[in-house]
């Protein structure tokens, strides 16, 4: 058996322990150890002392050499100023503003709950804590109003999915780290189809309301003082959110220091409003925890990257694919599609550190390489820039599996911070949020300008 044809039989193996519930980190740590000794024993020649000996030498490298990353600094940072935001009560603040602006609409408190998410999606880099801080919020206004329980879940679960493309994004930067792209090029690049995606659920959500009534009543009563009034509690987070991007965008920082400049900054405002030890602990313990989980997965995938690269499964895979002759479109639309089915069985952040080494070469392939000219790409654009573009993509896409059946980690999530609702009400009211989703990356690929502006801008 060839070094190809053992390393594809290995990812098939790897595949069925993902489906049959094997955590990603464990079953892409345990294949890629199992390839590399292989690799060494059967290929390079070696006995299997010496191949084990000089597997369990790289294998262990990994983890120091990765977390020593400046980059990976990154994710803790971002999910720090999620939890603190939240526990210093800045995130009911911006849940009240937008209900006092939005609320009259009809879903009114729906589509607030939409737009307080994606704010606070600008400053957490966590879609499932995002959408469990909501559930907590929205959930009980809504019902209060005498919205349809199945209604306010789904809105609920769906809407945290926007923390995944709206910096600062955890996926983004593990995106970032995987396909050796810009990290500040790629949080800008979120904001705007971040904002076209918010903009989408709230059409959907409206659109629906005012067909169903029964769904969500508009809210009433408030005046233009009690709007006005609602915007100093939320100014705190439009002021992280500022500092962070601007600290990017001016060249003032990297990435990464202007994140632990705005987890700073979020620290004093908490402590400014009288947040209690018991409250940072918890804030701390919660990113703790969750860093701990997605580094873990990092370490179990790269070690079957470090694999693949060796076996040279991406080169093969883009190769192959530059070879179809299709239209490059085509042959991207067939990835998305992978995608989506990956995402019923798969969480987010696994399923993009599983993928990506073989997707993203194949991608770049068809765009004609890191150096290829605007005029000369298959997909009309720079390199650099079409990884920009497809980070933005598959990100997207990857939110999809954060809502579907059978893994659905945001609806598991919402049902499990509130009990009246079961995991199947959940289901059922985000399952409309997959045409919105699938509506705007329809939009990103027949508009890639909207992704591209602000960091072309940058680089002008």
């Known amino acids: 058996m060839t070094t190809m044809e053992t390393c594809i039989l290995l990812s098939?193996?790897?595949?069925v322990l993902v489906m049959i519930g094997m955590r990603v980190a464990f079953a892409t740590a345990l294949i890629g150890m199992v390839g590399l000794f292989l690799f060494y024993n059967v290929d390079k020649g070696m006995d299997a002392g010496r191949a084990l000996n000089v597997t369990l030498r790289l294998v262990g490298q990994i983890?120091?050499?990765?977390?020593?990353?400046?980059?990976?600094?990154?994710?803790?940072?971002?999910?720090?100023?999620?939890?603190?935001?939240?526990?210093?009560?800045?995130?009911?603040?911006?849940?009240?503003?937008?209900?006092?602006?939005?609320?009259?609409?009809?879903?009114?408190?729906?589509?607030?709950?939409?737009?307080a998410t994606a704010g606070f999606?600008?400053?957490?880099?966590?879609?499932?804590?995002?959408?469990?801080?909501?559930?907590?919020?929205?959930?009980?206004?809504?019902?209060?109003?005498?919205?349809?329980?199945?209604?306010?879940?789904?809105?609920?679960?769906?809407?945290?999915?926007?923390?995944?493309?709206?910096?600062?994004?955890a996926i983004l930067v593990i995106y970032a780290i995987i396909t050796e792209s810009s990290v500040g090029m790629l949080l800008l690049a979120g904001f705007l189809p971040g904002l076209v995606s918010a903009l989408i659920y709230g059409g959907l959500v409206t659109g629906r309301a005012a067909l169903f009534p029964h769904l969500g009543p508009p809210a009433r009563g408030y005046s233009w003082a009690d709007r006005l009034g609602a915007l100093p509690g939320a100014a705190p987070i439009a002021f992280v959110v500022f500092i962070i991007i601007w600290c990017i965008y001016a060249g003032w920082g990297t990435p990464t220091e202007a994140g632990a400049l705005g987890a700073f900054v979020v620290l004093v405002i908490a402590l400014a409003k009288g947040m209690r030890w018991k409250d940072l602990s918890g804030a701390l313990i919660e990113t703790?925890?969750?860093?701990?989980?997605?580094?873990?997965?990092?370490?179990?995938?790269?070690?079957?990257?470090?694999?693949?690269?060796?076996?040279?499964?991406?080169?093969?895979?883009?190769g192959w694919i530059s070879g179809l002759g299709q239209d490059p479109m085509i042959t991207l639309l067939m990835i998305?599609?992978?995608?989506?089915?990956?995402?019923?069985?798969?969480?987010?952040?696994?399923?993009?550190?599983?993928?990506?080494?073989?997707?993203?070469?194949?991608?770049?392939?068809?765009?004609?390489g890191p150096n290829v000219t605007a005029?000369?790409?298959?997909?009309?654009?720079?390199?650099?820039?079409?990884?920009?573009?497809?980070?933005?993509?598959?990100?997207?896409?990857?939110?999809?599996?954060?809502?579907?059946?059978?893994?659905?980690?945001?609806?598991?999530?919402v049902a499990g911070v509130r009990p009246e609702v079961s995991a199947q009400d959940v289901f059922r009211g985000a399952s409309p949020f997959f045409i919105a989703d699938v509506l705007t990356v329809a939009v990103l690929i027949a508009f890639p300008g909207i992704v591209l502006w602000l960091p072309r801008t940058l680089l002008g």
């Open 288 to 318: 703790a925890k969750l860093t701990a989980m997605i580094f873990t997965m990092i370490w179990g995938v790269l070690i079957y990257v470090r694999y693949l690269g060796f076996a040279d499964l991406p080169g093969a895979f883009a």
């Open 63 to 115: 983890p120091h050499s990765k977390t020593a990353s400046h980059v990976l600094g990154l994710i803790p940072v971002f999910i720090l100023i999620g939890f603190l935001a939240y526990y210093a009560g800045l995130t009911r603040a911006l849940f009240e503003a937008a209900k006092r602006w939005l609320g009259w609409l009809p879903g009114g408190m729906a589509v607030a709950t939409i737009f």
């Open 375 to 413: 005029e000369a790409s298959a997909l009309g654009m720079s390199g650099e820039m079409c990884a920009v573009w497809f980070g933005i993509i598959v990100v997207k896409m990857a939110e999809l599996c954060l809502i579907t059946p059978p893994i659905g980690l945001n609806c598991f999530v």
């Open 121 to 169: 999606a600008a400053v957490s880099g966590a879609s499932v804590a995002t959408s469990a801080v909501f559930a907590r919020i929205a959930i009980p206004e809504m019902l209060k109003m005498g919205y349809e329980k199945r209604f306010a879940a789904g809105v609920v679960a769906a809407a945290g999915t926007l923390a995944s493309l709206i910096p600062p994004s």
């Open 336 to 368: 998305l599609g992978a995608y989506v089915v990956l995402g019923m069985f798969m969480d987010a952040i696994g399923m993009l550190i599983l993928t990506l080494p073989v997707t993203f070469p194949a991608v770049m392939a068809l765009n004609g």
């Open 12 to 15: 098939g193996v790897l595949v």
